[in-house]
């Protein structure tokens, strides 16, 4: 199976796993709401140990670290559907998580 790319508009945090590679930083900036951080330099550690649901969506900064980490989970999540979500969180436009549960979108940060 070969990880493939979704759209921002496509990912629905409520039934896939969205795994977030950014640093704990940058996570605690702000985070597709449900996500889980997983920083890369963590991802091996734990890829082979732990149970993937249906649908894994990874995401990073701009989308491109995203796709080697896409593919390395897909070696793992034998039945899962993996992709990584084009643009990263840079092009998400949908709900954030902010530190102290304020909400708020990515156009906020302009």
Known sequence: MTAGEV???EV???TADVIDIRDADD????HIPEAENVPLDDLEDVVDDREWG???VVACYVGQTSKQAARL?????????VASMA????RWDGELRRP????????DDD
Do not use: C, L
């Not at 989970?73 to 559907?81: G, H, K």
């Not at 102290?100 to 156009?107: F, V």
């Open 27 to 30: 996570f605690a900036e702000g």
């Open 100 to 107: 102290e549960g304020r909400r708020s979108s990515p156009a």
């Open 7 to 9: 759209e921002p508009e």
């Open 12 to 14: 629905d945090p409520s």
């Open 87 to 90: 643009g990263g969180y840079e």
């Open 54 to 56: 249906d649908e894994v």
């Open 73 to 81: 989970i897909d070696a793992y999540a034998d039945d899962a559907a």
